[in-house]
């Protein structure tokens, strides 16, 4: 068995022998089978490192460009948030450290973004901006030295951020990922990008319900305008007056607030009176119209207020004595129509005087509840819809409804504001005068 076996074997291998030799283009596709092997195989030597070195240099460029993107990013928002916190405090101090804090708040190439804020380094510089071609041209950024702004000399409307990752910067260079390819270990990228204050229509709304005309007299212990002994000094000092039949009576042009005024501030010494809230609320008014007379920007304000009902009391005004006289015009009684009193301050903001290019605002107070005609949520909603509007609200007092007016800021986007007193009351809208918008235009 075994024999038969090897002569099938040796009979096979015989003919395949005799067909190779019968046969010879089977030998030479052999032959050229094991020639293109061997090119493909020196071809593969040669492509391999050239794929490499394509695909080394393809992650550098996709990590520059990343790196490019994130440095930008950094740069525009330390710039806002630079130039929001000049407008807010006007203080070069300030709009720096705002500037810096949110730059390292943004990483580049994986480590926050480091910014200088020394004058020398130039990578914070405050200025104006112009528009040389008109006001479809675009903006030109002209600095205005540092110094001058800080010392209040000049006034800048205006932030330059120069974000770097360099050789001079305090990050340096960026490592490559894979380095040596190109000879290269390292590369630089720069950004810079300028935040510039806006003009601004403004449309103020204001609270005259019956409310507003009343003064609450915390009365501190043991002192109390209601004894004979502060009456009739009351009567000395020509407030008060005694009637044989009626009793203690008010002089012509005096009455219960007047008389606790007086006794407030000149017999028990207790500092300035409260007074009406609507009186607080006019020497807020004038406060925030001081402050937009020293900026740089030219705002435009209205004036809308609102008790049962509401009133466009004028339109858009340069001339802010226009709007001081118009608010000491207005007299304070009836329910509070929040609502109402935002629907007639947009009438301002969509009417011929309005510039396309500023920015608009709202700004609602009130020292109540909204208790009478639509919702002041509703018009907000129905507001921020169809135009592109901020909202800013400020309550005033114990009786204001809080939660809702920071719902219409929220909605409006917006701050609400809360003040318990006339000072503050003041102070806040000397905040809203000074938070002018920024955009950023490189």
């Known amino acids: 068995m075994n024999t038969d076996r090897k002569s099938v074997a040796s009979t096979v291998t015989n003919r395949c022998a005799d067909h190779a030799a019968t046969n010879p283009l089977t030998t030479r596709s052999a032959i050229a089978g094991r020639n293109r092997r061997g090119a493909v195989l020196g071809l593969l030597a040669v492509l391999l490192p050239v794929l490499a070195i394509l695909s080394a240099f393809c992650i550098n460029t996709a990590q520059m460009q990343l790196t490019r993107t994130e440095l930008m990013v950094a740069t525009d928002a330390a710039a806002r948030a630079g130039g929001r916190a000049l407008s807010e405090t006007q203080e070069v101090s300030a709009a720096k450290t705002a500037a810096a804090t949110t730059a390292a708040m943004n990483l580049v190439n994986g480590e926050p973004l480091q910014l200088r804020t020394d004058d020398a380094a130039n990578e914070i510089e405050f200025g104006i901006t112009t ?44 490592p490559l990922v894979i380095p040596g390819v190109l000879n290269a270990s390292d590369f630089e990228s720069t950004q810079d990008a300028v935040a510039m204050q806006v003009d601004r229509d403004i449309s103020i709304v204001l609270d005259r319900s019956g409310s507003m005309s009343w003064i609450t007299f915390d009365w501190p212990n043991g002192t109390s305008p209601w004894n004979n002994t502060v009456r009739n000094a009351a009567i000395d000092a020509g407030v008060m007056y005694y009637h044989w039949r009626y009793g203690y009576q008010y002089t012509y042009g005096n009455d219960s607030d007047s008389y606790q005024q007086w006794a407030w501030e000149n017999y028990f010494n207790l500092g300035p009176a409260p007074q009406r809230p609507w009186d607080d609320l006019v020497a807020a008014v004038n406060a925030f119209l001081n402050v937009l007379d020293n900026t740089s920007q030219e705002e435009q304000v209205s004036v809308a207020s609102y008790s049962s009902n509401s009133t466009l009391d004028t339109w858009l005004e340069k ?30 903001l969509l009417a011929s005087a309005a510039r396309p290019y500023a920015s608009k605002t709202m700004v609602v107070m009130t020292d109540g509840m909204h208790n009478s005609g639509i919702d002041p949520e509703t018009v907000t909603t129905n507001l921020v819809g169809q135009y592109n509007l901020t909202i800013h609200t400020v309550t005033f007092g114990s009786g204001a409804d809080q939660a809702k007016m920071k719902r219409v800021a929220n909605k409006g986007g917006g701050k609400h504001y809360h003040a318990s007193s006339g000072a503050e009351l003041v102070a806040i809208f000397e905040e809203i005068a000074n938070n002018l918008p920024t955009i950023i235009t490189e």
């Open 131 to 174: 528009q040389p071609n008109g006001l479809n041209g675009r903006y030109v950024f002209q600095k205005i030295p540092t110094a001058q702004v800080a010392s209040g000399n000049e006034v800048a409307s205006a932030m330059r951020v120069l974000g770097r990752r360099d050789s001079g910067s305090l990050s340096g260079r960026v």
């Open 319 to 348: 001339d802010f004595q226009v709007v001081r006289d118009t608010v000491d015009d207005l007299y304070v009684g009836g329910n509070t129509a929040i609502g109402k009193g935002m629907e007639s301050g947009i009438t301002a």
